[in-house]
């Protein structure tokens, strides 16, 4: 009887020994997370695709699209691990500030004022949100803040350095 105990012992540990090679086996697999916290600063576009057409589909008037084509728009992040601040500063000093907690819904605000509620949601490092007419997402690459916005085919890409 005492055999049989030990046998089973042995098994059970042979059991927890594979099971903790496998999880091993398959995090060496996947990559390292992503230091959420790389969103905190401020930061300064550097460049911008898609500029007039994304703004054009969201019916931004044409001499307000021509302000801002060439302005250097400034985003400041604070971040106090899941809870944000996200603030950008536009042409004239029109800025918006959304604060927001990862995974919650929040209020938030359009540029244009329009207010709605929305659930932003961090995924691989990437922060994404669905606005009213646009699908959003920020993330950190190379040491830069590439924000992406898309609405049906049109894509607005903006990368900003960190001032």
């Known amino acids: 009887m005492q055999l049989r105990e030990v046998a089973r012992v042995e098994y059970i540990n042979m059991e927890v020994s594979w099971s903790q090679f496998a999880c091993l086996s398959i995090s060496a697999l996947?990559?390292?997370p992503t230091n959420t916290m790389a969103f905190a600063g401020r930061w300064e576009t550097e460049t911008q695709e898609?500029?007039?057409e994304f703004c054009k589909l969201l019916g931004i008037p044409d001499d307000i699209i021509e302000k801002g084509r060439d302005y250097k728009l400034i985003t400041e992040v604070t971040q106090d691990?899941?809870?944000?601040s996200w603030t950008q500063v536009y042409p004239t000093?029109?800025?918006v500030t959304n604060k927001f907690t990862v995974g919650k819904e929040c209020d938030m605000e359009t540029i244009g004022g329009k207010k709605f509620k929305a659930t932003v949601y961090m995924e691989g490092g990437k922060l994404s949100v669905t606005f009213p007419n646009y699908q959003h997402t920020s993330?950190?690459?190379?040491?830069?803040?590439?924000?992406?916005s898309k609405a049906g085919a049109v894509v607005l890409k903006r990368t900003s350095t960190k001032l």
């Not at 691990?81 to 944000?84: C, L």
């Not at 950190?140 to 590439?146: F, V």
């Open 139 to 148: 993330e950190i690459s190379g040491g830069k803040l590439i924000e992406t």
């Open 81 to 84: 691990g899941d809870d944000f």
């Open 93 to 95: 000093n029109a800025k």
């Open 50 to 52: 898609g500029y007039t």
């Open 30 to 32: 996947t990559s390292p």
